[in-house]
């Protein structure tokens, strides 16, 4: 099994976002994505949350429980992209006011 910042490089690349791309789209910031990806830090439950809902995969693949991820990202339509990022927008959004 991989680990969890290993999976999650691989999974912003194969969106082909850059650190500061996916932190916009998740609502954390640049410092944390890398911080993710260099093993410095584990996200909470809540933007653990986020980023399967983003990258449409199961939590127990993020958490490295199982191999299998739900759905690989590069499958997915450009139009479930844009109402997964319109709900992490919304989430945002709510937190602010």
């Known amino acids: 099994m991989k680990e969890f910042p290993e999976l999650f490089k691989r999974l912003r690349k194969a969106r082909r976002l850059t650190q500061k791309e996916l932190a916009e789209k998740l609502g ?7 911080a993710y990806e260099n093993a410095m830090r584990l996200p ?3 933007t653990l949350t986020r ?3 983003f990258f449409c995969v199961s939590m127990d693949y993020l958490y490295g429980i199982n191999d299998r991820e739900v759905m690989h990202p590069t499958h997915v339509s450009e139009k479930l992209n844009t109402v997964i990022s319109a709900a ?3 989430k945002n959004d709510s937190k602010e006011s």
Not at 28 to 34: L, N, P
């Open 88 to 90: 992490i927008d919304y």
């Open 51 to 53: 980023i399967a809902l």
């Open 28 to 34: 954390i910031t640049r410092t944390m994505v890398s």
């Open 44 to 46: 909470g439950h809540e």
